[in-house]
């Protein structure tokens, strides 16, 4: 089963065209990152899969079925999204905010049911934030208050999570807790489509890469097919050296300062 197909996408803001001919396909239960570096039109290629951005041409299909076809809301049941770094205008309760994941569920005028409570605790013992449940969630850390973002996403019982660098403003520590996190929920069968810039990260979790250059995708494949020194440099514009990583097996790129041959 496909969880996502994006067909022939040609995308842009007013009259500047970003994503140009992008196809892909995900399959269900796959972990798969998206790289290439800033501008290339990773985010842009989220909002199109979550239907924010109609696409100019082409069409996006969520498990099998035309996005076009699909409400905000059945997209908001089956889709997950996770941002970069998420601001609360409002010093809500932690819990209040795991909460509003329930939103896409709740009847007109109806309060949340022992259900809805059922599965946000459930979201946050996953997430391990279950223990500052009370506290106000601009009072937690970069990554605890990830963590929770996680857990809201989690409430919503998506199929499919969507996450734009969601360790972009972690220290090395919380990076890998939000991974082993990722690779956590994908082993119980959730479909992980996840922006990275750090290809190291993405090379040692995900199963496959998808490799955008300037609104196009440049190739998808393993991490070993994808992060090849002459395509990286190419499309990073910037020379590195590949290693392997000697414990994962995984390709290890290391940054070289200009002028080294
Ligand atoms: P990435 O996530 O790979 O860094 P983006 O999808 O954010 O790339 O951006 C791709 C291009 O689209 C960039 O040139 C960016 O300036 C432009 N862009 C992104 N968002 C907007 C917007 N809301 N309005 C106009 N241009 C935008």
Known sequence: MLAIRVNNISVGYISKPVLKDVNFTVESGSFVGLIGPNGSGKTTLLRVITGILHPWSGNVEIFEKSADSL?????????G???QESF?????????????????YLKRFKSETKKDYDIVYESMKFTDTLSFRD????D???????????ARSLSQSPKILLLDEPTSHLDLNHQIEIF???????????????????LNLASMYCERLILLDAGRIRLIGTPEEV??????????????????NPVTHTPYILLLPSGID
């Open 71 to 79: 409400t905000r809301i059945d997209i908001a049941r089956s889709v």
């Open 81 to 83: 999204v996770v941002p």
């Open 88 to 104: 609360f205008a409002f010093n809500f309760k932690t819990e209040e905010i795991v909460l509003m994941g329930r939103y896409p």
């Open 135 to 138: 506290r106000p969630i601009n």
């Open 140 to 150: 937690l850390s970069g990554g605890e208050r990830q963590r929770v973002v996680i």
């Open 180 to 198: 082993d996190l990722l690779k956590r929920l994908n082993k119980r069968g959730m479909t992980i489509l996840a922006i990275s810039h750090d």
């Open 227 to 244: 992060i090849t020194p002459t395509l990286i440099e190419d499309v990073y514009k910037t020379k590195v050296l590949l290693q392997e």
